[in-house]
């Protein structure tokens, strides 16, 4: 497993535990709030109820009657209204959603659309796809038209870009490649499929058919046309990948990159004219 998925899985694992933090919080909140009396120790409402205080009340001073003599009033007739308070307990249903209820529900509903996503990302990242795409099998055509299309009238070399394989293909003479090529399966129907990034730092390196080689512009590395290391700060040849030939066609295994040292001497001739991006580095070989 690379560096790069040993982030990514501690990054995903974090937010996980982030998001289930968040959930368990909001979940505690939301069930107890309902009676305000759970969130309070039963030693504080003793204490409570002991320090409650009684107020005592003055008797007013008492006042000798003295009678005087009055006239009989009328009786005037009086009619109490009671007054009837009756509680009716609704279901959660009858009563509707409350704003804390909602907004608890939207934010675990937010976080569980997040992990749903992020759970599909990462198998996609550690699984890739089993047909098409870079990663898997790519046909690149059959073998005629590949030679055909990789050879200039005047004999010259000019590589076939594979944008779903990301790779170059160019034709190759498998009988005079450097011994560290053979058995590898990077050759296969006179033709070879070389990786596009600069070894170095990682650039896309294009090709110059000036030269008859790949050239990077980032830093200046060069490379004979089959991928072979020429000058610059690369420390290898070109990648490549392994290749076969299925019922006439070329197959490019993009799952598997064979990656070899520079070599001691060179396949083919370069430069075979002037360099695309100058001379910005010596040769350390030669053919």
Not at 131 to 148: I, M, N
Not at 254 to 271: D, E, H, K, L, N
Request: proline letters at 7%; charged letters at 20%.
């Amino acid at each position: 497993m690379t560096a790069q998925t040993l982030i990514l899985v501690g990054v995903a694992g974090a937010a996980l535990l982030a998001a289930l933090g968040a959930f368990a919080i909001a979940w505690r909140r939301s069930t107890g709030a309902d009676n305000w009396r759970d969130a309070v120790g039963r030693e504080t409402r003793k204490a409570d109820r002991r320090q409650a205080v009684t107020i005592p009340t003055e008797e007013p001073p008492t006042v000798e009657a003295v009678e005087i003599p009055t006239e009989p009033e009328p009786v005037a007739a009086t009619v109490a209204v009671a007054h009837e308070q009756r509680v009716v307990e609704v279901t959660p249903e009858e009563s509707g959603v409350s704003r804390r209820r909602f907004f608890n529900r939207a934010l675990a509903a937010a976080f569980g659309s997040y992990l749903a996503v992020l759970g599909v990302e990462l198998l996609a990242f550690m699984w890739p796809k089993l047909q098409g795409g870079f990663g898997a099998d790519v046909e690149a055509g059959t073998v005629a038209d590949l030679l055909a299309a990789t050879r200039t009238p005047d004999g010259g070399v000019i590589p076939a870009f594979i944008p779903e394989a990301r790779a170059y293909v160019v034709p190759v003479n498998e009988s005079t490649l450097s011994a560290q090529f053979a058995g590898k399966g990077v050759a296969a129907g006179g033709l070879m499929a070389l990786y596009q990034k600069c070894v170095h730092l990682g650039c896309r390196v294009p090709w110059c058919a000036t030269s008859q080689g790949f050239e990077c512009p980032c830093h200046g590395s060069k490379y004979d046309y089959i991928g072979e290391y020429f000058g610059g700060p690369a420390p290898r040849n070109l990648d490549r990948f392994t290749v076969e030939v299925i019922d006439d066609r070329f197959v490019i295994h993009t799952g598997a990159i064979f990656q070899s040292p520079r070599a001691p001497v060179r396949s083919v001739s370069y430069p075979q004219g002037p360099s695309c991006i100058g001379a910005l580095a010596a040769p350390e070989a030669q053919a």
